[in-house]
């Protein structure tokens, strides 16, 4: 049996494949960020890697029956999506064949994701990169083997290099697999052609590439991937690398989440308690039943409106507000989507600003150009502190269209010019800081109980003794 690593016990389940060289940890980071989504994930260790290192490495129809199993021994499975990278992205596709076929064991498929993923057909490579690999991974020699391992890992991340500590981890990850696995697979599973055995699938998918790799980038998906699936979306990560599990899991994660919920899966983010004092205080005659209606309505982090954002757009709305309340307690971001859906602002705006939804959408544009522009990735991609340098910028008037039209810091022409940068900025803080202290978390984080008033005021001086 193969080894399996669950993270969670309740809520929707996710099923991982690994990539070639990876194991069940690389998706460590993107499991506790689904956790946080009220996700179960279940990682599994593919044959001849990681935990199931001492399981004989085998084809991709053997290992797909072994995934099977592995999805068999985890009870209940009820609803599930499938998730696979690479390597595993070419297993997951097999799975999916089955499960449409009527295997009971896969019951409840609703949705595929695949992370650069092998094609069922054989995968593109050069012959060179392919013998390198099959030498230098397909080798019992530690020293060597861990030399090139670092390397095999650098060589596969994009714009943003890994920090050592990722890095060293993914390390080990590869020195943790048999050297036959990776020959198995570079000689054999990557060759093999499933093209007439899969067909094209109906299982609504969404495929995942990154700008920066060449073999299994975007482009590449489109033509080999997205052909074997009838209902497939494919988005391109800008400056993301083959490794986007560990390069940007956060992102990653939300992306997975939006997907899931587009096929009607509700998901809600794990959000701080209220303690029973400050609930019974909300329940008491002291909070006026239409005060303890609009507390609890304020409760419910996002209810579910319609976003006026594209994907893209709102994967960056939710990067910016985690960037400036990192920890707020509760769906933040989703509580501004839904007031920007429903056009319940605070009533005003700045006049060198467009409607609220408008300016956010060319405010988000804007962070995200001058982010590729800088870094080569897009906003929601970069660390909390390259983050907040795009944020100073624009609050310092820096992120702007240049004179005479030309662009600057990757600015495009329907981006916000400075001075509205500077204003929309000023605005975002507003709407957060108002968003952020109107919840009773918030409140409850502050010791905050004015809200109990029914009793009416209490006079603490007498009129006609002010001024006196």
Known sequence: MLNVRVTGSQGPTVVMLHWLGGTAESWNEVAQELLRWGVRSVAIDLPGFGGSADVEPADVAMMAAQAIAAVRSVEPIGDWFLIGHSMGGKVAAVLTHEAERGDGDLAGLRGVMLVSPSPVSPEPMQESKRAEVIEKLGSDGADTRRDFAREFVKQNTGKLALSDAVLEDAVEQVMASRPSAFRRWMEAGSREDWSERVGVLATPTIVF????????????????????????????????GHLSPIERPAELA??????????????QRQTEALNDTFIALIDSAQTSSQTRAVMKDRLRSGKGASSIFSEETSVTLHALVHCIVPQAGFDLARKLEDTLAQRAGDGWRFDALPADPEAWTAGLATLNHASIARWGVNFAALDQEKQQMIVQAAQDGELH????????????????????????????????ARLYVADPRAMQRIGFDGFADNNGFVVITNASEVGA
């Not at 939300?254 to 998901?267: I, N």
């Open 401 to 432: 269209r240049g004179v005479a039209g030309a662009l600057h810091l990757g600015a495009r022409a329907n981006d916000a010019t400075a001075a509205q940068m500077k204003l929309w900025i000023e605005d975002v803080r507003g709407d957060l």
């Open 209 to 240: 590439a990154g700008t920066a790799e060449a073999e299994l980038g975007a482009d590449q998906q489109r033509l080999l991937t997205a052909a074997h699936f009838s209902n497939v979306t494919v988005t391109a990560l800008e400056g993301a």
């Open 254 to 267: 939300l992306r997975f989440a939006q997907f899931m919920e587009s096929r009607g899966v509700s998901l």
